[in-house]
Nanobody, 128 residues
Framework: QVQLVESGGGLVQAGGSLRLSCAAS????????MGWFRQAPGKEREFVAG????????YYGDSVKGRFTISRDNAKNTVTLQMNSLKPEDTAVYYC?????????????????????WGQGTQVTVSS
């Protein structure tokens, strides 16, 4: 089992920045890929970003490329999402997720079914 707890959400004006963090506990040595997804009311869950175990590879959804940056600290079992130049359409609940397989790659990162454990989510609201 892996437990995930997100933090850092909140209300920010358009053009501002927020930094989300996700702390993992439990079977952390089994974690390979880590990712962030978001879900706005009435919409499907959307891939935001993913990162490989070594952090050598990162993947981003088209809508956030160039604005968001994902990083991880394996010593602290955390994954972070730095969000800059926020837009009202970034408003959503943001979820972190982890993958315990050994085949995490760009081919799978954007698929929610790749991930084995999910956090409870943190609300991000961007006002115009």
């Amino acid at each position: 089992q892996v437990q995930l707890v997100e933090s850092g959400g909140g209300l920010v004006q358009a053009g501002g920045s927020l930094r989300l963090s996700c702390a993992a506990s439990g079977r952390t040595s089994s974690i390979y890929g880590m990712g962030w997804f978001r879900q706005a009311p009435g919409k499907e869950r959307e891939f935001v970003a993913g990162i490989s175990r070594s952090a050598s590879f990162t993947y981003y959804g088209d809508s956030v490329k160039g604005r968001f940056t994902i990083s991880r600290d394996n010593a602290k079992n955390t994954v972070t999402l730095q969000m800059n130049s926020l837009k009202p359409e970034d408003t959503a609940v943001y979820y972190c997720a982890v993958d315990l397989s050994r085949v995490y790659s760009g081919l799978y990162a954007a698929n929610p079914s790749t991930y084995d454990y999910w956090g409870q989510g943190t609300q991000v609201t961007v006002s115009s």
